[in-house]
């Protein structure tokens, strides 16, 4: 589904982009018009507006009721000629009417793009990649979100993935209608719908003067707001008659009986087409012309958001030869990966087995369906995200897991950091799951702690053993791309307590015109760093945002630890290799509902980059934890400063090594619950950052605090109003 959606997207983007903005400008302008033009009102008859408009212009030939909502008159008098707007009920003069040179520019170029016939062609083609684009971008909205009730929830991922999810969640209703009624257009134009029948024509059968129209009884019967058009016999032709067409049908009136000489009604395909070009155009309908104006105006961001992510995609998944379809592989294996460090080793698994003459199929964890079952074996390599979550290629891996038919053996492989305490996490949720499915496994849960090819060639070795072949797996880690990083500026805390932290600040690197060579980052997202002899990068939480125009992270000193120490020993000036990775699941939620910080030691970094972006004031509440104010009060300073800007609400610090009135994070969040009830009431969201003993003990507390309103800690993990970072 995944491949279809982008296939189409890419390669229709130029076409879909040029007719969605066109469609747009004349969607709302056919809107604006529908507000500008007069009401009509029942209750007034053809015959009396014709014959106030005959009285104006002797020589009218024939008066239009057009889709907006206007009504004209053509006429050519003794003197002159035209077509001026009238009013539908007095039929007064309102001034010329004609299509704007740019308002025919835009509609030729939405039909055919200039290109005639051929390029109605690719506009309908168009029309059906749009309809295909939103069929299965609706089915990747419920499936990402976990099912079709929860379609609608908030999406989370990168700032292009919200972007161009929350966009569909708004325009897809809009989008399927515009491609639809488009595709039925397209096929009214080349005569792929059933031609009306074909009046016959008919002549005058009166033998005296022409009655003045305002008395033919036929017209008095006609309701102007049915009207579509009244073309008026020509002053020369005796037996030349009226003909009226209306939403009702064609009649044909005799202008010396007033009577009706033949009448052919609408028949269902007509009436189609009229209801289908209004819904197209939204003419005649003001709120719904701009509605859908503005949904064909996500095309182009649609376009844009698309691109970044399959861009995105493609960056992280390395090209692997001979990857056989799904259907005929003997092995699958499925990567579940935030990144291309899990996606490497899959690429190296796929090359050892294919050596040996099995057809091997590699995917996303999230594109498991019943095409994988036939396969002899399941092989899932899978990292963890944050406290145990999925990573972003397999966020809907367990839901789709459940719709499967039968099972196929399998073996399940983790990659993590033992230094974190939800190690290979997600691995041992997908094991466990499909234990509890009744999945055969061939191998027990493996795991792999930061990237050890050795642990990985000895996994391989036991998978060979069992499955009778000699699988031997030379894994050579890809350094990830990296960039020079200038130390610019350093805070010390904690040596008098034995237990250093840094803010260590970075200065930005510039590329061309003065702009940032790093992709836009935000306080929560990830500074990963490589140490000098090694290729595993350590990941930090950003305090900083793209704004700031430097990058900042606050690094705990910790005993043994490679990264740490060696951004402890850095002096101003010195360099270190870094790269930014997007965390978008650990941010404040979008909007103004207050938000909850919570945490301790080195994990107020990012926090107080929360803090530090919060220019519109919105109400910011932390609460952190320390040891002793004068030795690692992280942030005072600047805390202090937001406080006076209002940047930051209210901050609650705590110190567990005071003499008197020592206290953890915890209880200052048990003594506040009413407040901390009170913002939840107001839509409130928590973010905890920090060591995994101090999320424990908040989380315990918080399950307390929330008892009183109904809620509970998986509720608000589940709706996105808590998250944390954790390690």
């Known amino acids: 589904m995944h491949r279809l959606h982008s296939f189409v997207g890419l390669v229709l983007a130029l076409v879909l982009a040029v007719t969605a903005i066109t469609g747009t400008f004349l969607a709302i302008d056919n809107g604006i018009k529908a507000v500008q033009t007069p009401a009509i009102s029942r209750g007034v008859s053809v015959a009396a507006l014709a014959n106030a408009v005959a009285a104006q212009h002797p020589g009218v030939t024939d008066i239009r009721r057009h889709p907006d909502g206007t009504v004209t008159a053509a006429f050519t008098d003794a003197t002159a000629s035209g077509v001026e707007r009238i009013d539908p009920v007095t039929g007064a003069d309102l001034g010329p009417y004609a299509l704007s040179p740019t308002t025919r520019f835009i509609v030729q170029l939405h039909r055919s793009l200039f290109l005639g016939d051929s390029g109605r062609i690719v506009t309908a083609i168009g029309s059906l990649g749009l309809l295909g684009l939103s069929l299965t971008g609706l089915s990747l909205l419920a499936r990402r979100a976990g099912g079709w009730r929860r379609m609608f929830a908030p999406v989370k991922g990168s700032s292009a993935t919200v972007l161009h999810g929350t966009l569909g969640q708004l325009a897809i209703v809009g989008l399927i209608l515009s491609s639809l009624t488009g595709l039925w257009m397209s096929a009214e134009k080349f005569g792929l719908l059933p031609e009306p029948p074909q009046a016959e024509q008919v002549v005058a059968t009166g033998q005296g003067p022409r009655l003045p129209v305002g008395t033919l009884e036929a017209l008095k019967t006609i309701d102007v707001a049915d009207l579509t058009r009244l073309t008026f016999p020509a002053p020369d032709e005796p037996t030349d008659v009226y003909a009226v067409q209306t939403t009702a049908g064609d009649a044909s009136i005799d202008p010396t009986t007033g009577e009706t000489l033949q009448f052919t009604p609408r028949t269902i395909i007509e009436r189609l087409n009229a209801v289908i070009t209004s819904l197209h155009t939204g003419r005649g309908m003001a709120m719904f012309g701009i509605l859908l104006g503005l949904a064909g105006a996500t095309v182009p961001i649609f376009a844009g958001s698309g691109i970044v992510i399959w861009a995105r995609r493609r960056s992280f998944k390395p090209r692997i030869a001979g990857n056989v379809a799904a259907k005929v592989a003997d092995v699958v294996i499925l990567v579940g990966s935030e990144g291309r460090t899990t996606w490497g080793f899959a690429a190296t698994l796929h090359r050892a087995l294919s050596v040996d003459g099995v057809k091997v199929h590699v995917a996303e964890m999230n594109e498991i369906s019943a095409d994988h079952m036939p396969a002899g074996l399941l092989l899932i390599l899978t990292s963890t995200a944050g406290d145990g979550a999925a990573p972003a290629s397999a966020s809907s891996f367990l839901q789709r ?94 040596q008098a307590l034995g237990m250093p932290i840094a803010v260590l600040r970075f200065r930005a690197p510039r590329g061309r015109f003065g702009r940032q060579a790093m992709p836009r980052f935000a306080a929560g997202d990830l500074l990963g760093v490589v140490v000098p002899g090694s290729t595993t990068p350590r990941f930090y939480s950003l305090a900083s945002s793209s704004g700031d125009g430097f990058i900042e992270i606050c690094v705990r000193l910790r005993e043994g630890g490679l990264c740490s120490s060696h951004l402890h020993s850095l002096a101003i000036g010195d360099r270190i290799a870094g790269f930014v990775r997007e965390n978008p699941r650990f941010r404040p939620a979008e909007g103004d509902a207050p938000v909850i910080l919570i945490g301790a030691g080195a994990g107020i970094g990012p926090l107080a980059g929360f803090v530090r972006a919060n220019t519109p004031g919105r109400p910011l509440h932390l609460y952190w934890g320390g040891r002793r104010p004068d030795a690692d009060f992280l942030y005072k300073d600047e805390l202090a400063e937001h406080l006076a800007e209002r940047r930051l609400t209210a901050l609650r610090a705590a110190f567990s090594r005071l003499p008197r009135g020592a206290a953890y994070v915890q209880d200052h969040v048990a003594a506040d619950a009413d407040l901390l009830r009170h913002l939840i009431r107001q839509g409130g969201q928590i973010v905890v950052c920090g060591g995994r003993d101090m999320a424990e003990a908040v989380a315990q507390t918080l399950e307390r605090v929330l008892h009183p309103l109904g809620l509970d800690m998986a509720t608000m993990k589940s709706t996105g109003r808590y998250v944390e970072d954790v390690y």
């Open 401 to 494: 897991l459940a719709d499967l038919p039968g099972q196929v053996p399998v073996a399940v492989l983790g990659f993590g950091d033992k230094t974190f305490g939800q190690f290979c996490g997600f691995a041992e949720t997908v094991s466990a799951e499909l234990d509890r499915r009744g999945w055969p496994t061939v191998l027990p849960l493996g795991t792999i702690d930061r990237q050890s090819t050795q642990a990985f060639a000895q996994w391989g070795r036991d998978l060979g053993a069992r499955l009778g072949v000699d699988l031997q797996l030379d894994h050579v880690v890809e350094p990830p791309p990296t960039q020079d990083l200038e130390l610019i500026s350093r805070e010390d805390y904690g």
